[in-house]
């Protein structure tokens, strides 16, 4: 098990200096930021004088070496558009991601694996038929749809939720939370159910799939046959053995949400990182686009090991060589 | 029956209060959101308007038709070509306290140079030094004779020298500490920036005292805040959405034309078609303007003959649009011996102006009905830009208005010759160059005579636009906000697009 998280770790470190590698060349063909930095009226002379004291003036190779020790030493960098650290910038976005996504995965996590127990158990049922044809509408709606059309509903007819932003925070030392207040957990839900509609959709027709296969195995047979409520052989030993496959996709969702609620947070103006990547892609500020997809890297990366280890702990059959 | 008094008492109370909170506090949706908040460090005006509330200028642009007018000057005037001496307005304070003084106006204008802190690094350079008269008089000398000098100090915002100097450079480019109409109070990025009168203000209290700006840049997001009652304005309403919001009977919708003109630029190198004024002349007749305004543009839009507009100095009223006439056009391509046409590449952002990439595909179309082959070569600024500065294009769509009101800066930025040596046509992106305007553009800026140079100005806007056709001119944007009628808003859009909060009441 050591080895095996040791081996995988080092991976990851090959994986991230590979991203770092394309994305900084990448964005390096993206534009000139020296042309917005100098401002609109700077002369060639200007420009080349802001060009140096940037460092941008030097070869491709020794700028990225220069950013690599840096990243090294936990620097990524300033915006080139603000002007402070890059990755204070991205962390001070962390927590409104992380709520929303956390919220979101919850809600389809338990939302998606209870109704899929639910519609396993009598497929062929009408409400249950209902259900799984809704579920291909939650695959197949693009999120931007959904989120305008939530928006719609509830914000601009129905007036009962609020259609952007956070609403009241409160900050707790570094972290400056929207879950302790009302205001907050309403703004909360419309984006946390834009981004967890694909999600659960996909948790519903997965759990119902290996359900239907499980419950027609011996076992379960069997169980039944000992006479076992039905609480007990559908939890205990139906569910988790279809959960192996359901926890890994919802840890590589939670993974995916945090890395790229680009669009979910752009419509409900979401003060996370993935608006701020947008804005930033838009304005072409290299420093905080390359921080932050080393920063998606490294999230994706870890949860991936997460789940494997998790894996090994819903599964004792697994093991690690 | 005492028990019920105190109860209408408080009810009273309560609705008094109530009335107050909502006549003195103001909830607008921004389109654009602030970058940070050191004032030099951005000059674009979706930064300016912001650090505007905060800070003031030396001098200030005022209400609907943008005059120049005193700020923290009380009055300035131009000594000689490269003098200008500024009285400074005495008993003004920062917000932390400091009192105004000479001191922070050098301060201010050494600290404009440094390109780590100021993206005015061209304007700080230009000058030569600052002289501190007494307290409250200075005297700036540039290196060369800039007529627009004073023209420009509305975007220049004073900062207190002591206090910028004791704080950590990071916390002065998230915290600003101005004279301004209004004090800082928080800026969550992305969700808000809220700030509070100051009630000392030297121009006196504005009649607002708590405004929270909510930065919201997808425009469908922004109409459904308004609509459904969360801000009670929004700035920047697209074009494909007008309809719809002037429509819903709780918006009004209030329009401004703007200051920015829409424009094509075109290369004349020399054995190239559009060396010939001729193919220029036909470009200009074969462009259908008056269609791209009512198809492309929605009816948002005015055309322009020309690239200033009215209140710049250098603007003449009796400039008229080339009239759409297809068949001349054809005659002319005739004439110059391009009968069968010939092929350019026609750049232009795809995420700057109003409907950008919309009108270079029209205007393609157009040029191709008579016989001129174009490729379209659309992109993001962040690239299309660089290449403009570069010189690599040859014939480009681009949108323009001067901060300082004054066409001189422009002329000298798009129109001369490149020429790296004495920093002019930087973004004279198709290489244009014309010896004549050069030397006539030269010779304005050792006018001092405002009427004398705003008469040159005026010849040279002419020469450019008649006789040479520099540029082919498409149109003035027009700026579009809303607001909740409800909310008993006095709103007047300035033409910059700045918010000035001072200067909107309720």
């Given at each position: 098990m050591v080895t095996y998280i040791a081996r995988r770790l080092i991976q990851g470190f090959i994986v991230l200096l590979a991203v770092s590698m394309i994305c900084f060349f990448i964005f390096r063909y993206m534009?000139?930021?020296?042309i917005t930095m100098a401002g609109r009226y700077a002369t060639f002379q200007e420009r080349e004088e802001v060009r140096r004291i940037f460092g941008l003036d030097q070869p491709m190779y020794v700028q990225y070496g220069r950013f690599l020790w840096n990243a090294a030493h936990g620097n990524f960098g300033k915006s080139y558009?603000?002007?402070?650290p890059a990755l204070g910038l991205i962390m001070e976005r962390f927590p409104a991601t992380f709520e929303l996504a956390l919220f979101a995965v919850c809600l389809a996590f338990s939302t998606g694996v209870g109704l899929g127990v639910l519609v396993s158990l009598k497929p062929y049922a009408l409400r249950n038929r209902l259900i799984m044809a809704g579920s291909l509408g939650g695959i197949s709606i693009p999120t931007f749809l959904t989120g305008i059309l939530l928006i719609m509903i509830?914000?601009?007819?129905?007036?009962?939720?609020?259609?952007f932003g956070r609403g009241e925070t409160v900050q707790v030392g570094f972290w400056r939370t929207g879950l302790l207040t009302l205001d907050g957990i309403q703004h909360l839900i419309l984006p946390a159910l834009t981004l967890a509609s694909y999600q659960l959709a996909v948790l519903l027709r997965l759990t119902r799939a290996g359900m239907r296969e499980v419950m027609t195995q011996e076992y379960i047979k069997t169980a039944w046959s000992k006479g076992l409520p039905p609480r007990k052989v559908i939890f205990k030993h139906a569910l988790r053995n279809v959960m192996i496959p359901v926890v890994t996709i919802a840890g590589l969702q939670f993974g995916e949400i945090l890395a790229f609620s680009i669009v979910t947070e752009t419509i409900y103006q979401w003060p996370g990182m993935g608006n701020l990547l947008l804005v930033s892609i838009y304005e072409n500020d290299q420093p905080v686009i390359v921080t932050y997809i080393m920063l998606a890297s490294v999230i994706i990366i870890s949860l991936n090991i997460v789940v494997d280890i998790l894996y090994a702990v819903l599964n004792p059959k697994i093991r690690y060589a | 029956m005492k028990k019920l008094f105190l109860i209408a008492l408080t009810a009273a109370l309560m609705l008094v209060a109530g009335q107050v909170m909502a006549q003195t506090s103001i909830v607008v949706a921004q389109d654009d959101p602030p970058r940070?908040?050191?004032?030099?460090g951005d000059d674009s005006d979706a930064g300016l308007q912001y650090f505007a509330n905060f800070f003031d200028g030396l001098l200030q642009r005022k209400g609907s038709e943008g005059t120049l007018a005193p700020a923290l000057a009380e009055r300035w005037e131009?000594?000689?070509?490269l003098s200008w001496k500024f009285w400074l307005r005495k008993g003004v304070k920062f917000h932390n306290g400091n009192p105004f003084t000479a001191a922070d106006v050098k301060f201010t204008f050494e600290r404009l140079s440094n390109p780590e802190v100021s993206e005015f690094v061209n304007t700080g350079k230009s000058i030569d030094k600052i002289d501190?008269?007494?307290?409250?008089t200075v005297v700036i000398k540039t290196k060369d004779p800039i007529p627009w000098f004073a023209n420009n100090m509305h975007q220049i915002f004073i900062m207190d020298k002591e206090d910028t100097e004791s704080r950590d450079p990071g916390n002065v480019m998230v915290r600003p500490v101005g004279t301004g109409a209004y004090k800082f109070v928080e800026w969550v990025k992305g969700s808000y920036v809220k700030m509070e009168a100051n009630?000392?203000?030297?121009?006196?209290?504005?009649?607002?005292k708590k405004v929270e700006i909510r930065p919201i840049t997808e425009s469908s997001t922004r109409f459904a805040a308004l609509v459904s009652g969360q801000v009670d304005m929004v700035t920047g309403v697209p074009v494909e959405l007008y309809d719809k919001i002037a429509a819903n009977p709780k918006v009004r919708v209030v329009s401004r034309p703007a200051r920015r003109s829409i424009f094509l630029a075109l290369g004349n190198k020399?054995?190239?078609?559009?060396?010939d004024i001729r193919v220029r002349k036909a470009m200009y007749m074969a462009i259908n303007e008056d269609e791209i305004i009512e198809k492309v543009m929605r009816g948002h839009a005015a055309p322009a003959a020309?690239?200033?507009?009215?209140?710049?100095?250098?603007?003449?009223?009796d400039l008229k649009r080339m009239p759409y006439d297809p068949e001349g056009a054809k005659k002319l391509l005739k004439e110059a011996g391009y009968a069968n046409g010939f092929e350019v590449t026609l750049s232009g952002p795809n995420?700057?102006?109003?409907?950008d990439e919309q009108i270079v595909e029209a205007a393609a179309k157009y040029l191709a009905k008579v016989g001129i082959k174009v490729k379209l070569d659309v992109k993001p600024k962040s690239i299309f830009f660089p290449e403009v500065a570069e010189g690599k294009l040859e014939f480009y769509l681009i949108g323009w208005f001067d901060g300082t009101f004054d066409m001189g800066r422009t002329y000298f930025k798009l129109?001369?010759?490149?020429?790296k040596e004495k920093g002019y046509?930087?973004?004279n992106g198709a290489n244009y160059s014309n010896a004549e305007l050069d030397k006539m553009l030269e010779s304005?800026?050792?006018?001092?005579d405002i009427q004398k140079r705003e008469k040159v100005l005026q010849d040279l806007n002419k020469m450019a636009m008649?006789?040479?056709?520099?540029w082919i001119p498409l149109h003035y944007q027009v700026d579009l906000y809303a607001v909740?009628?409800?909310?008993g808003i006095k709103f007047e859009p300035r033409p910059d697009r700045w918010m000035i909060y001072k200067e909107i009441s309720k």
């Open positions: 534009g000139d930021p020296v558009v603000s002007r402070v509830f914000a601009v007819y129905g007036g009962l939720l609020p259609s | 940070m908040m050191n004032p030099h131009r000594l000689d070509a501190i008269l007494d307290d409250y009630e000392n203000y030297w121009e006196g209290a504005p009649p607002i020399p054995g190239t078609p559009m060396a020309q690239i200033p507009d009215p209140p710049t100095i250098g603007y003449r009223d995420d700057r102006y109003i409907q129109a001369h010759t490149r020429d046509g930087e973004l304005t800026a050792d006018i001092i008649v006789d040479l056709i520099v909740l009628k409800d909310r």
